[in-house]
């Protein structure tokens, strides 16, 4: 449950990349076609359900990883800027990482672990901030205290776990601010996420995924008084452990009417 337990505390450190083992399903597939969207993105828009919307930001990253599938570098290009992310490990854990932007460090974060479970991290900024999240575990609850660089309680945020340790729900405090986060799978794979605040809807994300369980499409609907959809698509090169070498991530951002909102997650 350790890599569900890290894509909750972590937030996705490493999005985009699965660290998989090769089954015989998946061995079948290195010799076959890697599924992809069916949508076409082709002079710098897409087409969604008959609307088309301009690409707003293309993005390219490329992994590199040790003997046991674990991210070594991350390595980010979008509109002229460059990020380099470096993960050292032990144990196979992950003990620290240290974010570059445009080849300066500006962030280093190290993890702290007890009994192989990651009970702290302490993240230090170019400028010497330091801002701490400290992890605790009870029955099928991890809960995670996020602290600022003055050492003020910045969030607590709580994950409820189902009996095969799938997040179920995440109920954030920030002050006065309540934010609920439920999540829904289908064959194990986390196919949408309802946030609300203060027990008002106010996003839904929507996931779709290639035959090697990747994810191809992300939708994130911002809900108010004009809603607002964010969409990501997802082309990948792969390794021959079936680990992602290489992804392109091109983004969309546009109002969109209801009765759409309705056609994207019922397709």
Not at 81 to 96: K, Q
Not at 246 to 263: A, F, G, H, K
């Amino acid at each position: 449950m350790r890599k569900k337990l890290l894509a909750f505390i972590i937030l996705f450190v490493l999005s985009g990349c699965s660290q998989k083992i090769i089954t015989n399903n998946e061995e079948s597939i290195l010799n076959n076609e890697i599924s992809t969207y069916k949508e076409v993105i082709k002079d710098g828009k897409v087409e969604i359900d008959g609307i088309s919307y301009d690409i707003i930001s293309v993005t390219k990253t490329t992994y590199k990883y040790d003997d046991n599938g674990n991210v070594l570098e991350r390595f980010t290009t979008s509109d002229g800027s460059e990020t380099r992310i470096e993960y050292l490990y032990e144990n196979n854990l992950l003990i620290e990482d240290r974010m570059y932007s445009n080849y300066e460090l500006s962030l280093t974060s190290y993890y702290y672990y007890e009994d192989d479970l990651l009970i702290k991290k302490r993240t230090v900024s170019k400028g010497g901030l330091e801002a701490v999240t400290e992890y605790s575990y009870e029955n099928k609850t991890e809960t995670q205290t996020s602290y600022s660089s003055s050492g003020s309680i910045s969030y607590i945020s709580t994950a409820y776990l189902d009996d095969d340790d799938k997040i179920l729900k995440v109920i954030t405090e920030e002050g006065e601010i309540m934010t609920s986060s439920t999540f829904h799978y289908d064959n194990d794979l986390l196919i949408k996420v309802i946030v609300e605040r203060n027990g008002i809807k106010i996003k839904t994300f929507s996931y779709e995924y290639n035959n090697v369980g990747d994810k191809t499409i992300e939708y994130n609907i911002w809900h108010g008084e004009v809603n607002t959809l964010f969409a990501a698509f997802f082309d990948y090169e792969y390794d021959e452990n079936l680990l992602p070498k290489t992804v392109i991530m091109y983004r969309i951002q546009s109002p969109i009417e209801e009765e759409n909102i309705l056609q994207i997650f019922l397709q």
